[in-house]
């Protein structure tokens, strides 16, 4: 069975789901690791991944060139560290659990620098796409650019390397089961995906106290609903992950419940725990953007939830209780629109003419008096409705009041 994947994209800041690996959020003994990483929003409906497809590939955003500077001051420092610790390691007796740790700190200022280049790496791909365009427009022929981040990938196999180092000849280091989570997230993020697989089971099987079992939870959750397409599998893993105390964790484990659910055919539990996020991401208070972003992205998933049960007025009197204005009407033209594609026409009619009324001089009003004023929309054919939303911008294109 192939699962309806939700893909969505949060803040740089995220959810802390797992951008980078756990070392890299969680430096200091003791700190709180990252979740892991939320899939990917590509398209407004959920779309389903074909075989090896990966949810968690989003569209780039491009990074700043003065911020890019900034950090080449502190990518400086983090060479002459580097080089610091690969005079001092082989110095140190092998066996002595001093040398594994300094290996993980160079481990850790590798992963840094990788992430770095890789930044670096981006703008110069962007800049290399603008020049492109600069130089179609006047004519040119050129071929498109590529990304290229062997530098970046270099970076990112030593800091494997001196994870399997660490694992293969310091097998009780004490922080091994930090060193297994951030091996297994990048095995699986450069597609050794069994390799992974197995990492996160032996962290589970050997750990099972562990800070970061929460986390693999997660990430095996999404491994199973995203790629492998096993939904109770993936939804064990959720469960597991929903018991966390971290709120980051659970909310997000909680979202994808909501979509095990729908993948399941409830609509109605789907729709609830999706509302359980959206209240309990609201509870988390505005001072951390990670929530109000799965807020937002609960709300557009609950229009299609809405749509299969057909409750229109239930869907608008949610997104007023829950949304501000300019999302409201957003979202319930979303709802208009996906109730009418559904051939849910009567709640389509409602909503459209709920939006009128609500916001009678909006950009789109005249496309929504449109579709709203004729009670024929219910007998019109497929083809002629889809005529008709073309033909009401639908499809980019602006026209003026028009009833009929």
Not at 108 to 132: H, P
Not at 186 to 213: H, M
Request: hydrophobic share 40%; glycine share 4%; with cysteine.
């Amino acid at each position: 069975m192939k699962l309806v994947v939700r893909m969505m994209t949060l803040a740089a800041v995220g959810l802390g789901l797992g951008a980078t690996p756990a070392l890299a959020q969680a430096k200091k003994k003791g700190a709180k690791p990252a979740a892991a990483k939320a899939v990917a929003k590509t398209a407004e409906k959920p779309a389903k991944p074909g075989p090896g497809q990966d949810a968690a590939a989003a569209k780039p955003v491009a990074p700043k060139a003065a911020e890019i500077e900034k950090e080449a001051i502190a990518d400086k420092k983090r060479d002459e560290q580097i080089e610091a610790a690969k005079r001092i390691i082989p110095k140190i007796e092998d066996g002595n659990p001093q040398k594994a740790d300094l290996l993980f700190q160079l481990s850790e200022l590798y992963w840094e620098k990788s992430q770095f280049l890789n930044r670096k790496e981006m703008l110069a791909y962007f800049q290399a796409q603008e020049d492109a365009e600069a130089r179609r427009n006047r004519g040119e022929k050129v071929t498109d650019p590529k990304e290229d981040h062997r530098e970046s990938e270099l970076y990112r196999s030593e800091t494997m390397r001196l994870y399997e180092t660490i694992l293969r000849e310091y097998p009780t280091y004490e922080r091994k089961d930090e060193v297994l989570f951030n091996l297994a997230k990048n095995q699986y993020d450069t597609g050794k995906r069994d390799q992974a697989i197995k990492r996160y089971e032996e962290l589970l099987k050997s750990y099972p106290g562990s800070r970061f079992v929460a986390d693999t939870y997660i990430e095996l959750g999404n491994h199973y609903f995203e790629v492998a397409n096993v939904l109770e599998k993936a939804r064990t893993y959720y469960e597991k992950a929903y018991a966390s105390t971290n709120p980051r964790i659970k909310s997000y484990a909680l979202y994808k419940l909501a979509w095990c659910d729908f993948n399941a055919g409830d609509h109605e539990k789907a729709l609830a725990k999706l509302q359980q996020t959206i209240e309990f991401a609201e509870k988390q208070g505005k001072r951390d953007r990670a929530f109000s972003d799965l807020k937002n992205e609960a709300l557009g998933d609950s229009v299609r939830m809405f749509v299969q049960l057909n409750r229109a007025d239930d869907a608008i009197a949610y997104f007023k209780a829950h949304a501000g204005k300019k999302k409201q009407i957003n979202l319930t033209g979303k709802l208009a629109y996906a109730l009418a594609d559904a051939g849910h026409h009567d709640n389509a009619i409602k909503s459209f003419r709920y939006l009128l009324n609500d916001s009678p001089v909006a950009e789109s009003a005249p496309d929504w008096r449109m579709l709203a004023t004729s009670s024929r929309i219910c007998r019109l054919s497929s083809a002629i409705w889809l005529w008709i939303r073309c033909i009401s911008g639908y499809c980019g294109l602006k026209v003026a009041s028009f009833c009929w």
